[in-house]
Antibody, heavy 118, light 109 residues
Framework: QVQLQESGPGLVKPSETLSLTCAVSGYSISSGYYWGWIRQPPGKGLEWIGSIYHSGSTYYNPSLKSRVTISVDTSKNQFSLKLSSVTAADTAVYYC???????????WGQGTLVTVSS | EIVLTQSPGTLSLSPGERATLSCRASQSVSSSYLAWYQQKPGQAPRLLIYGASSRATGIPDRFSGSGSGTDFTLTISRLEPEDFAVYYCQQYGSSPLYGFGQGTKLEIK
């Protein structure tokens, strides 16, 4: 059974960098699939942030591209998100997920709330 | 950029009734690239439908998807108490690569 688990600070100060990691178990990232980050501000809808392949190939949401870096560590079977220059608008639940070959996200982490506040 | 607009924003129905949720795209979307999710409070979204009409693993057959081009529909044939949640449609392939609708809340009447 594929499982994903997000980890990282729950509170980040404005203008700093948000950093999260997603640990994957039950499947080797090196075996394939794209892996993505999606966020959801409190009480609002879902926004795709970006995705990465095990080779390191990435795709980002143009609205966030200038501030986002997604990387992968196949030796640890995990991938990471960095979002720079955060503001209160970046406060959200951040999910990591597997992008399936049928173009949907079929496995999700439980999500982690990140609050941007001084 | 393809914008997905879901309607209605809120749907109030009773258990046992039929639910019809709409997802309209601002431009044509390949049926292969349209998915539906269910999200309950405090939980991650769950993939229900992919390819516009194929049920994901473990999804009951009371959930069905249909549509093509710019108009897609999620139908729940007979509502169970656990079906009351928020539903999102999602497209793949346009910019941004993955886009979501704003959601439809299905609430108990």
């Amino acid at each position: 059974q594929v499982q994903l688990q997000e980890s990282g600070p729950g509170l980040v100060k404005p203008s700093e960098t948000l950093s999260l990691t997603c640990a994957v178990s039950g499947y080797s990232i090196s075996s394939g699939y794209y892996w993505g980050w999606i966020r959801q501000p409190p009480g609002k809808g879902l926004e795709w942030i970006g995705s990465i392949y095990h080779s390191g190939s990435t795709y980002y949401n143009p609205s966030l591209k200038s501030r986002v870096t997604i990387s992968v560590d196949t030796s640890k079977n995990q991938f990471s998100l960095k979002l720079s220059s955060v503001t209160a608008a970046d406060t959200a639940v951040y999910y990591c997920a597997r992008a399936s070959t049928n173009w949907g996200f079929d496995y999700w982490g439980q999500g982690t709330l990140v609050t941007v506040s001084s | 950029e393809i914008v997905l607009t879901q309607s209605p924003g809120t749907l109030s129905l009773s258990p046992g009734e039929r639910a019809t949720l709409s997802c309209r795209a601002s431009q044509s979307v390949s049926s292969s690239y349209l998915a539906w999710y269910q999200q309950k409070p405090g939980q991650a979204p769950r993939l229900l439908i992919y390819g516009a009409s194929s049920r994901a693993t473990g999804i009951p057959d009371r959930f069905s998807g249909s549509g093509s081009g710019t108009d897609f529909t999620l139908t729940i044939s007979r509502l169970e108490p656990e079906d009351f949640a928020v539903y999102y449609c999602q497209q793949y392939g346009s910019s941004p690569l993955y886009g979501f609708g704003q959601g439809t809340k299905l609430e108990i009447k």
